[in-house]
């Protein structure tokens, strides 16, 4: 009897402290908080993210035709005044049609998808 009790016992103290570990700390009140990560737009697959890089970044590396003028590229966020925005090559709005309706520009090597109405960030792909 004492020995089942002791498993038992072990056993719950080993689920607590696995429960405990995986909680969040609460953070002190002057430290500083951490952004949330803003919600995409367009929501895109790895194998659609894959799609649109090897089609616009063939070999990884492509021309920069914007800029982050200053270093805030964020989704949600504005794509700099003046960027060229671009459409997508016909081969990627067959295959990933999710695009169809945005524009792209490339900036600091990374793929910046832009919906044309509101200059809006729908997603950055690195």
Same mark, same amino acid.
Request: hydrophobic share 40%; aromatic share 4%.
């Given at each position: ?28 009140? +002057? ?7 803003? !919600? ?14 090897? !089609?616009?970044?063939?070999? +990884? ?14 989704? +949600?966020?504005?794509?700099?005044? +003046? ?25 600091? !090597? ?17």
């Amino acid at each position: 009897m004492k020995r089942a009790l002791a498993i038992v016992s072990l056993a719950t103290v080993l689920l607590a402290g696995g429960a405990i570990a995986q909680s969040p700390t609460p953070s002190s009140p +002057g430290a500083p908080q951490e952004a949330p990560i803003p !919600n995409r737009s367009i929501k895109l697959t790895a194998e659609q993210s894959y799609i649109i890089k090897e !089609n616009v970044m063939p070999g +990884g590396k492509a021309a920069t035709t914007g800029s982050s003028a200053d270093g805030k590229l964020e989704i +949600g966020g504005k794509a700099p005044v +003046g960027a060229a925005l671009q459409d997508f090559p016909q081969l990627v709005n067959e295959k990933v049609s999710a695009v169809r309706n945005y524009k792209f520009m490339i900036a600091d !090597n990374q793929i910046v998808i832009v919906d044309p109405k509101d200059n809006t960030i729908a997603d950055i792909l690195k």
